[in-house]
Every structure is written in C-alpha cells, then in structure tokens.
C-alpha cells in the first residue's frame, strides 16, 4: 500500500527552524515528483515546495522562497523540508505529496497521494 508519513513538525519560535521529514513507502519513488504543501486553519492548501524526480529542479513559493530548502533521498526513499527563519505565518499543518513522473506542478490536484500531515506551530 502506498503511504506517505511525515514528521518533524512541532512548536518552535519565530526566527526558529525545523526539518520534515516524508518517509515513502512507495514502489519507485525515485520516478515521483514530490511536493510539500501546507494549510493554516480557515485557509486553502498552498503549495510551498516541491522537488523534481529527477532531483535537478525545484520550485518554492515566494513566501518561502531563500529560507526553506527542499531536499529527498532516494536511497532512503524520504523527502525533507528544511525551514529556517520561521514566521508565525508559517504556522500550518504541513503535507507532502507525490506525483508520478513529469514536471514539477504547483496545482495540488494534480498530486495523487498525500500524507495525513504534521503540524508546524511558530509562535512570536
């Protein structure tokens, strides 16, 4: 069964950081698009980052665009998110998602499996 699992998420500071973690139990995930979305409450899913199959291009949201970096293993089959420079307008539960094969997308529906999700509180 495929499955998406993240972690990492917690409570921290504002200027604060955090990595999550997407562990994949998925056949081939080397051929997947990832991506990280997040949702704050009484808002849309927006997309934050994603990273190509092919692990040479990726792609961020202008919100977070020069203080989170987006990262996988293939070996491991995980995708990271690295968050630096946390903002209390980061605050969100945070998903990654995964679509297979061709280009980086930013529409969330073009993503056929998701993960449930971790939170990610900033506080100021």
């Known amino acids: 069964q495929v499955q998406l699992v993240e972690s990492g998420g917690g409570l921290v500071q504002a200027g604060g950081s955090l990595r999550l973690s997407c562990a994949a139990s998925?056949?081939?995930?080397?051929?997947?698009?990832m991506a990280w979305f997040r949702q704050a409450p009484g808002s849309e899913r927006e997309f934050v980052s994603a990273?190509?199959?092919?692990?040479?291009?990726?792609a961020y949201a202008d919100s977070v665009k020069g203080r989170f970096t987006v990262s996988r293993d293939n070996s491991k089959n995980t995708l990271y998110l690295q968050m630096n420079n946390l903002k209390p307008e980061d605050t969100a539960v945070y998903h990654c998602?995964?679509?297979?094969?061709?280009?980086?997308?930013?529409?969330?529906?073009?993503?056929?499996?998701w993960g449930q999700g971790t939170q990610v509180t900033v506080s100021s």
């Open positions: 998602a995964a679509k297979y094969l061709g280009a980086i997308v930013y529409a969330s529906d073009a993503y056929s499996i």
């Open positions: 998925v056949y081939a995930f080397s051929r997947y698009n």
């Open positions: 990273i190509a199959w092919t692990g040479d291009n990726t």
